[in-house]
């Protein structure tokens, strides 16, 4: 069964930092790279961090130089250290498997944990 168990966000002031925790199921962690993704209220999800076996990693622009991918494959567990947030950054954190060209989520989606970036 495909498991995807996301936690670690919470209330945070800009300028500060948070790490997220994704725990994997083996069938997804094994195979594929692994995503973070985001959707704030009223928009759509975005991939905003990827990550391959090897470890090669891809950020998109708004996170770049903040946000830092890693996974840890003795625990099937991918992780995403968020610095210098910003009030933009709030949103519901998903990961998941991504396909090898990062257009599409490859499992079923967890429950997310939210992150909030305010004063």
Same mark, same amino acid.
């Given at each position: 069964?495909?498991?995807?168990?996301?936690?670690?966000?919470?209330?945070?002031?800009?300028?500060?930092?948070?790490?997220?925790?994704?725990?994997?199921?083996?069938?997804?962690?094994?195979?594929?790279?692994?995503?973070? $993704?985001?959707?704030?209220?009223?928009?759509?999800?975005?991939? /905003? #961090?990827?990550?391959?076996? %090897?470890?090669? =990693?891809?950020?998109?622009?708004?996170?770049?130089?903040?946000?830092?991918?890693?996974?840890?494959?003795?625990?099937?567990?991918?992780?995403?250290?968020?610095?210098?947030?910003?009030?933009?950054?709030?949103?519901? $954190?998903?990961?998941?498997?991504?396909?090898?060209?990062?257009? /599409? #989520?490859?499992?079923?989606? %967890?429950?997310? =944990?939210?992150?909030?970036?305010?004063?």
């Amino acid at each position: 069964q495909v498991q995807l168990v996301e936690s670690g966000g919470g209330l945070v002031q800009p300028g500060g930092s948070l790490r997220l925790s994704c725990a994997a199921s083996e069938s997804i962690f094994s195979i594929y790279a692994m995503g973070w $993704y985001r959707q704030a209220p009223g928009k759509q999800r975005e991939l /905003v #961090a990827t990550i391959t076996k %090897g470890g090669r =990693t891809n950020y998109a622009d708004s996170v770049k130089g903040r946000f830092t991918i890693s996974r840890d494959n003795t625990k099937n567990t991918v992780y995403l250290q968020m610095n210098s947030l910003k009030p933009e950054d709030t949103a519901v $954190y998903y990961c998941n498997g991504v396909s090898r060209d990062r257009t /599409v #989520a490859v499992g079923p989606w %967890g429950q997310g =944990t939210q992150v909030t970036v305010s004063s």
